[in-house]
């Protein structure tokens, strides 16, 4: 049964595309279930909004489960004078839970949306203009539209202090600036609603923003293989190219492009074959002292802080993966570590790490600056291993650098020069059986495991597929450079 009344959620759905709200409501099952990193958002922002309830201590929590009582309970309470969490707004046919209803005096109500984001994105101003003007259809007096989101400066010390976590903003004016024509917005929301047909809508920018739209892969599966959608940081530009009825990269026109890298890419495709600067190749190769470490952390990074003298969203690291190729065409070593509980694993972790990197040798990572975020971090916070963390700055490699630089572009990258797509493109080893198949999903993975909310079975297999999959990020660069060794003989 689709809902009597438009929700706050169900309208930014409908804002970013009449077709996916339609299907939300009629053809669910037609929308793939989220994956554990979104669920993990969605939980990790109840947790949030359960601390921001504690800036407002004489708050009163309108109960969420039975929606008419809650209702009743709000009407009720907004006698009382005191703030409301979740207090549930209906007028005519829509509604919307208030975070945090907040007396400002004079009879007026403040909104406060709390949000688990370190920043104020623009999509926060459509959500409160909705809840606006919901409150003020049911005649509630609205005095200023505020966000309480996450203070990534905070270093937690002891007990976390919701006073210091977060920041309250007052964004009434930028609400402001996005309330024109929202009535318009809403009735048209409204009236998908209640279409026995689902709407007929063009893929376009509204696909990946603000949010990535999970029916991508539907929509999108009439374009060909080589599609202008794939064309490096094309940005909202590719769908232009779609509008003119250019489908795929081949027949992008050259003043089109915007960086040498897109005709190099265009190149490689209309080919069929991998663009390779030797030269540059050889340069980068010639970087390499053995013995050569392959490094690569996960990590976890949570809203909330967990450990003192951490800040909100810093990357935690809990495993590594090491192969160690001791000389050219030597078998790789493999080492890794993966922390045990959900006490700090840093100590451990660094200690270990140290014990495995020698005193000499590159050390090779996909993206550095990542992994030298963690050791400078780790250096940070445990001061003993500063000199340490110094000396392994010059021995850092970027495996990212010779793709990020199209110094070698494969067509099967489609456009991308992370290593989920270098990999499969030049090896043919992908990710597709893994039961982890991305570093978000791995920190999400390690915390429900570790947490102790699952059996020891589960705890097991989520541990062995991280074991898998971290040890795979490693030996993939492993192939990765031999690839890129054969690449620059064979061009002799
Ligand atoms: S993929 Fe694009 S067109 Fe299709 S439902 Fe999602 S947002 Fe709408």
Not at 61 to 70: E, G, H, L, V, Y
Not at 302 to 324: E, N, R, W
Request: aromatic content about 10%; glycine content about 8%; charged content about 25%.
């Amino acid at each position: 049964m689709p809902p009597s009344v438009l929700s706050k959620t169900n309208f930014l759905y409908g804002l970013q595309c009449h077709k996916y709200f339609w299907k939300l409501l009629y053809a669910r099952e037609e929308i793939p279930p989220v994956d554990e990193a979104t669920q993990f958002i969605f939980d990790q922002g109840h947790e949030v909004g359960n601390l921001a309830k504690k800036l407002f201590p004489d708050g009163i929590d309108i109960p969420t489960d039975d929606f008419q009582a809650s209702i009743r309970i709000t009407k009720e309470q907004l006698s009382s004078g005191r703030p409301l969490f979740e207090a549930n707004m209906v007028a005519g046919d829509i509604c919307c839970r208030v975070d945090i209803l907040n007396p400002a005096g004079d009879g007026a109500w403040d909104i406060i949306e709390v949000k688990s984001a370190a920043s104020v994105k623009e999509v926060n101003m459509a959500d409160v203009a909705f809840q606006r003007l919901c409150c003020r259809r049911s005649g509630l007096k609205i005095g200023k539209c505020k966000l309480a989101y996450i203070n990534n400066k905070y270093v937690k010390k002891g007990e976390i202090d919701p006073a210091q976590l977060f920041i309250i903003e007052d964004i009434t004016d930028r609400v402001d600036a996005v309330s024109d024509g929202l009535q318009e917005q809403v009735e048209a929301v409204l009236g998908v609603m209640s279409q026995e047909q689902c709407p007929e809508v063009a893929i376009g920018p509204h696909c990946t923003s603000p949010y990535s739209c999970p029916l991508q892969d539907k929509c999108w599966e009439f374009l060909p293989e080589h599609n202008v959608l794939a064309l490096y940081y094309g940005g909202n530009r590719r769908f232009e190219l779609l509008e003119n009825g250019i489908q795929e990269i081949k027949d992008i026109p050259d003043d089109f492009f915007s960086n040498e890298k897109q005709r190099i890419q265009q190149d490689s495709v209309i080919k069929g074959e991998a663009h390779i600067n030797r030269e540059a190749i050889r340069l980068f190769l010639n970087r390499l002292q053995y013995p050569v470490y392959y490094l690569d952390f996960e990590t976890f990074a949570t809203a909330i802080p967990l450990y003192d003298g951490t800040h909100p969203y810093q990357q935690i690291p809990f495993q590594f993966s090491l192969h160690v190729v001791e000389n050219t065409g030597a078998e790789p070593r493999h080492h890794m570590y993966l922390a045990e509980g959900m006490e700090d694993p840093r100590p451990a972790l660094a200690r270990e790490l140290k014990g495995l990197l020698g005193d000499r040798g590159s050390i090779v990572a996909y993206y550095s600056p990542f992994e030298e975020q963690v050791l400078r971090e780790l250096a940070g916070a445990f001061p003993q291993y500063q000199g340490w963390v110094d000396s392994l700055q010059p021995r850092m490699l970027d495996l990212y650098r010779p793709f990020k630089s199209f110094h070698y572009y494969h067509p099967e990258q489609k456009g991308s020069a992370s290593l989920k797509s270098v990999l499969p493109a030049m090896t043919g080893v992908d990710y597709d059986g893994l039961g982890i198949s991305n570093g978000k999903v791995a920190g999400v993975a390690f915390l429900a495991a570790e947490r102790g909310s699952l059996s020891e079975a589960e705890r097991e297999v989520i541990r062995e597929n991280l074991g898998e999959y971290c040890g795979q990020d490693t030996s993939g660069m492993v192939l990765i450079v031999n690839k890129l060794t054969e690449a620059a003989e064979r061009l002799l």
